[in-house]
């Protein structure tokens, strides 16, 4: 899988990955666990910042949490003996070249990853090969044309849409969450259902003010500030302008809205075993 993570491997993204898993546990997690005895594949765990909860909340459950990156992968490990939690194994793995056999998994587990990937219909077919038939996959993403705010500012808009922007150009798609369904049927998953989790913010809500609108989303913004400079997207007065206002709808009498979608499908139909892994 040759894609490149538009918001990099550094401390700082860990943290701010960190900060968002906890932030937004209940609203993206709390309807999801897999019975005991199960075999889940958690597909681009990243540095674990989803597994913790995913384990937790399915403690007889056997995941696998796969990523790309091996310095991402060491560190997911890092946590999951950290939370002391014996149900994970975390590998390196390639989604588009898994090391599994065909319908080695009953469920599918993929969180923020569809974004970053530049054929994700292909990615879900691909994993639909490894999920025995009758089984689920769980995929969330989030969309960031779903962001409103006040006070109204262009120039937050305008930084929102460099994220936006430098995505595309690195082969992904920030506003996939709207896209979820027609991508689960186009892959061939049945049974597909999608719900939006809405994240509203004001100051009745300290946790989220300072959890998502500045620890989660303002910080990813302000994150990408050197590359969207480099790539001339935006003038770096307009851009800190941008990062002050976002900052600015924090403030007591601020909002800030974002919406993320959660899917589920099933695989409804006989499996395509061309090209399954390696592993019994």
């Given amino acids: 899988m040759n894609t490149k993570y538009v918001h990099g491997y550094h401390h700082r993204e860990n943290r701010r990955l960190q900060d968002q898993a906890s932030t937004l546990v209940e609203l993206l997690h709390a309807d999801t666990a897999y019975p005991a005895g199960s075999r889940v594949l958690e597909a681009g765990c990243g540095v674990g910042a989803q597994t913790v909860t995913l384990a937790r909340n399915s403690p007889e459950a056997l995941i696998t949490s796969v990523d790309i990156s091996a310095a991402s992968v060491a560190e997911a490990g890092r946590r999951v003996a950290a939370a002391g939690l014996g149900n994970v194994q975390c590998e390196q793995a390639d989604l588009f070249h898994l090391p599994y056999a065909a319908a080695f998994f009953d469920h599918i587990f993929v969180c923020f990853v569809l974004e970053h990937l530049p054929r994700p219909v292909e990615a879900l077919r691909i994993l639909k090969r490894h999920l025995r038939r009758g089984g689920t996959i769980t995929v969330i993403e989030g969309d960031h044309g779903s962001v409103c705010f006040y006070p109204e500012s262009e120039a937050a808009r305008r930084a929102i849409q ?12 920030a506003m996939a969450g709207r896209e979820l369904y ?3 049927c186009a892959a061939g998953y049945g049974s597909v259902r999608v719900s939006p989790r809405m994240v509203y913010v004001d100051s009745s809500k300290p946790e989220l003010v300072e959890g998502f609108t500045k620890n989660t989303f ?3 913004i302000e994150g990408i500030r050197e ?3 480099n790539a001339g997207l935006i003038e770096p007065d307009a851009f800190d302008k941008g990062i002050q206002d976002l900052y600015r709808t924090a403030a007591p009498d601020g909002v800030f809205c974002y919406t993320f979608f959660k899917a589920v499908g099933r695989n409804n139909r006989l499996l395509d075993t061309a090209g399954g892994g390696t592993r019994p």
């Fill in 162 to 173: 460099c994220q936006v922007e430098l995505q595309r150009r690195a082969g992904g798609n």
């Fill in 227 to 229: 590359p969207a400079l």
């Fill in 218 to 220: 303002t910080a990813m």
């Fill in 182 to 184: 027609p991508l689960l």
